[in-house]
């Protein structure tokens, strides 16, 4: 368990620390978390993604939460049940970790003016943190799949990275990227899990991703 742990923070953390320990949920001077199940008290307020039916199954299953990061000016939404850390008024960078449990989650991070489109900075990006990623452990690793689309209304690309060690680990990386063409900033949702469980937390992932949005 314990190794599990070091190779999600050194795959989240390779210029920055993420913070996975439990501390309350709490409304920051530019984020706020909107509790599906919370009265108006401390920037929470009453909201369900139940309404919302054309969304996937599983979001009908159980309440999800928003949260709104005031700086960046972005909003995602996510399960009740998972954890916020909010960073977003401590952090220029690591806006937020969200995790469903000490295996597993994600962290948000925003980079600001960001000129390049995209696609070329994505190129970048993902090449980095493979290259920082082989400097830390042995193996081989390989960019299976990116996708980029431009015409919505911020820009997102989306990579699926597979890490085979030689210590016999294997891991995806997913890394989703959306820029905001008004302000030039982009925000990066980066998580990692074993290959074992690549469906279920990569359909977990997509969900949540789905309901990124920039505020105009």
Known sequence: MKKLLIILIMGFVL??????????????????????QTSHTAGLTNETMNEDSGNKSDRNSEAWSTFTDRKTRYQLRFPRSWRLTDHSATNQMIRADIV?????GFQIRAYFEVD????????????????????????????????????????????????????GQ??????????DRTRNTVVV????????????????????????????
């Open 170 to 179: 294997h891991w995806v990386f997913k890394e989703y990227l959306f820029r």
């Open 15 to 36: 210029c920055g620390a993420i913070l996975l320990r439990r501390q309350p949920e709490r409304e920051s001077e530019e984020g706020i978390l909107r509790d599906s």
């Open 100 to 104: 469903k449990n000490k295996d597993f």
């Open 116 to 167: 390049d489109d995209l696609e070329a900075y994505a190129e970048r990006y993902i090449a980095q943190f493979m290259s920082e990623m082989q400097q830390h452990w042995s193996g081989t690793i390989t960019e299976t799949n990116r996708t980029c689309q431009t015409a919505l209304q911020h820009e997102q690309c989306t990579s699926s990275i597979d890490f085979a060690r030689t210590d």
């Open 189 to 216: 949702l980066q998580s990692g899990y074993r290959f074992v469980d690549r469906e279920l937390h990569g359909a977990e992932l997509e969900a949540i991703a789905d309901t990124f949005t920039f505020e105009p």
